[in-house]
C-alpha cells in the first residue's frame, strides 16, 4: 500500500516529484487559479486540440519547478464521482513507474471536497492492486509510487477522509484477494481459516456449522451440493454488533462455492476456466463485515457464507435426487451445475428464521443467464422491496457498480414446476437468471429481500466490465456497494 497524506502547504512548494491537476470538463480556468507556472502549457494542449476534457483523459508535462518534474491534467469529463475515480485511477497508472511522491490537487470541480479525496484513495488503492503479488516469485512488479498527497481549495482538514478510505479500499483488496485465490488455496476449509482469522482481527463472533451440525439443523441443501467435494460443506457465519439495539438490521449472504465444476452435469473446460471466482458473493461479504468493523457502523450486521465446491464424484449428489431443504420444501435436482440457488436458499432460510433481520441481501455470481441479459456492465436486482431496490440502485449509481432491476413476476414460477417435489432448481433457457432468482425467494418469508446476480462482474471478463481502477482478476463488486448502503442507511460511527 502507499502512504496517503492530507496536503495542506502551497502546491508548488511540495516536495512532491509530480503534480497532478483534476480539472472538470469546460472548466479548464480553474488551473489558472491553482498555477500559473503550467497553465499556459497546458491551454496550449486545450488549444490545439489535443485535450478535449473527456472522463479519464490524461496528458503530462515535463516541467521544472522546484521539486516538481511532472505536471499532469486529468479530467473528471462531465461524469461525477465516477469520472473523478477514472481521472485518479488514469493518473495512477500513468506515473507510478516514474513518480515516487505525488500530490493530486483537487480544485473546485463540482465535488464535495471530503467526497472526492475520499474516492480518490479507494480509486488508487483499488487501481495499484495486483492479482500477482500473492503467487508471482520473478516477475514481481515494485511500484516505484510510496506517497501520495491530497490538497483541496479549503481550509478544513481532510485526513479522516483519507482514513475512510483506506479502510474500504482495502476492504475491497481483500474481497479481491480471496476470490483471485485458487481453489486448492481456498477450499472451503480454507475459507473457514479466513472467516476465523477476520474473526479474531475484528472481534467479531463466529459460527461455523459443519457437516454434523448441518445435519442436525436439515441444511441438506448445503450438505448435497457438497458431497462431491474433498473439503467438507459448512455453512459459516459472522457476526458484527455495532449498535446496542438487540436485533439484527441486516444479514449479507455470499455465495461461496469454492469450485464449480459443475458437479455430475460437468461444465466444459471453456466453462469451468473461471470458475475460481464462484466464491466472489462470500468474498464480497467477508469485506462488507471487515469494513463495517473498522469504520465502526452503527449496525448490527451478520454475514453468512454457505461454503461448499461443487465436483463430480462417487458421492455427488446426482440429477433428480430429492433435497428436503431447511424450511421444509423438496427440490428437484434437474441439474447439478444449478447448485449455487440450492446452497442460499439453505442460508437464506436460516438466516432468516434464526437471525430475524430487517432486511437480507444476497450477492452471488449465481447465472451465466444474466450475462446473456446483462452483458458484463451492470448486476442484475431482483428484489420483493421497491424501496430497497431503489436505495440500492442509488448507491449503485454512488460507487461505480450499477445495479439494473428485473421483473419476478409470477409467470416465471410456472417454469420452476416439478412432478415429484415441490420445486424444481432448474426453469429452463429462458429467463434463467429469473428463474434462479425467483428459486430463491421461496426461501424468504417476509423479509425486505435482494438478491444480487454478479455472475457478469465479479471478475473481468472478455468484455468487461471494463475500468481503469480495475485490474485483471476480481473487482470485489459488492464490497463498496453494500458498505455504502449501509452508511446511508445506518449513519456513520457514532
Ligand atoms: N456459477 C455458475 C454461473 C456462472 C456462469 C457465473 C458463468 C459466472 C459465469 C452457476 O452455478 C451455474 O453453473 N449456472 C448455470 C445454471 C444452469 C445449469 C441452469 C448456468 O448459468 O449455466
Ligand atoms: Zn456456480
Ligand atoms: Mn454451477
Known amino acids: 500500500m502507499v502512504k496517503h497524506v492530507f496536503y495542506k502547504g502551497e502546491i508548488l512548494r511540495s516536495s512532491c516529484d509530480t503534480l497532478a491537476v483534476l480539472v472538470k470538463e469546460k472548466k479548464y480556468e480553474l488551473i489558472e487559479d491553482i498555477d500559473k507556472e503550467f497553465s499556459n502549457i497546458f491551454k496550449h494542449s486545450v488549444k490545439i486540440g489535443d485535450f478535449k476534457g473527456e472522463a479519464g483523459e490524461v496528458i503530462l508535462f515535463y516541467v521544472n519547478v522546484n521539486s516538481i518534474k511532472r505536471y499532469v491534467v486529468a479530467s473528471i469529463g462531465d461524469e461525477g464521482l465516477e469520472g473523478l475515480r477514472i481521472a485518479v ?58 506517497e501520495i498527497y491530497y490538497s483541496v481549495i479549503d481550509e478544513k482538514d481532510y485526513s479522516k477522509e483519507i482514513e475512510k478510505g483506506i479502510i474500504i479500499a482495502e476492504a475491497v483488496n481483500y474481497a479481491r484477494d480471496i476470490a483471485n485465490a485458487p481453489s486448492s488455496d481456498m477450499n472451503p476449509d480454507k475459507i473457514e481459516d479466513e472467516a476465523k482469522k477476520l474473526a479474531k482481527e475484528l472481534g467479531l463472533k463466529i459460527k461455523v456449522l459443519r457437516k454434523k451440525e448441518l445435519e442436525k439443523q436439515g441444511l441438506n441443501g448445503i450438505i448435497a451440493v457438497g458431497r462431491g467435494g474433498s473439503s467438507e460443506p459448512r455453512l459459516i457465519i459472522l457476526e458484527y454488533k455495532g449498535s446496542n439495539r438487540d436485533s439484527w438490521d ?58 461448499v465446491e461443487n465436483m463430480p464424484g462417487p458421492d455427488s449428489y446426482r440429477p433428480r435426487d430429492v433435497i428436503r431443504m431447511y424450511n421444509g420444501l423438496t427440490v428437484e435436482v434437474g441439474n447439478t451445475d444449478a447448485e449455487g440457488r440450492i446452497t442460499l436458499a439453505d442460508a437464506l432460510a436460516y438466516i432468516e428464521k434464526n437471525y430475524s433481520p430487517r432486511e437480507i441481501i444476497d450477492l452471488a455470481t449465481l447465472t451465466g443467464a444474466i ?124
Open 89 to 146: 485511477a488514469n493518473i495512477v497508472s500513468k506515473v507510478k513507474d516514474y513518480s515516487e511522491k505525488l500530490l493530486i490537487h483537487i480544485p473546485d470541480i463540482d465535488i464535495d471536497y471530503s467526497r472526492a479525496i475520499e474516492q480518490s484513495v479507494i480509486s488508487v488503492e483499488m487501481t495499484l492492486y495486483d492479482p500477482g503479488d500473492r503467487y508471482k516469485a520473478r516477475e514481481k512488479k515494485e511500484v516505484k509510487l510510496k
Open 250 to 307: 441486516i444479514a449479507v449472504i455470499g455465495k461461496t462455492v469454492t469450485f464449480d465444476a459443475g458437479g455430475l452435469d460437468i461444465k466444459t473446460a471453456e466453462g469451468m476456466y473461471n470458475m475460481k471466482f464462484d466464491k466472489s458473493g462470500g468474498a464480497a461479504a467477508l469485506g462488507i463485515i471487515r469494513a463495517a468493523a473498522k469504520l465502526r457502523l452503527p449496525v448490527n450486521l451478520v454475514v453468512a457464507l454457505p461454503a
Open 371 to 494: 450475462i446473456v441479459a446483462l452483458g458484463n456492465h451492470a448486476i442484475g436486482l431482483f428484489s420483493n422491496n421497491d424501496e430497497l431496490a431503489k436505495e440500492l440502485t442509488e448507491v449503485g449509481e454512488f460507487v461505480g457498480e450499477r445495479l439494473w432491476r428485473m421483473p419476478l413476476w409470477k409467470e416465471y414460477y410456472e417454469q420452476l414446476k416439478s412432478e415429484v417435489a415441490d420445486i424444481n432448481n432448474v426453469g429452463g433457457r429462458p429467463g434463467g437468471a429469473i428463474t434462479a432468482a425467483a428459486f430463491l425467494s421461496k426461501f424468504v418469508e417476509n423479509t425486505a429481500w435482494a438478491h444480487l446476480d454478479i455472475a457478469g462482474t465479479a471478475w473481468v471478463q472478455q468484455h468487461g466490465p471494463k475500468k481503469p481502477y480495475y485490474p485483471k482478476g476480481a473487482t470485489g463488486v459488492g464490497v463498496r456497494l453494500i458498505t455504502y448502503y449501509i452508511m446511508r442507511k445506518y449513519g456513520l460511527q457514532k
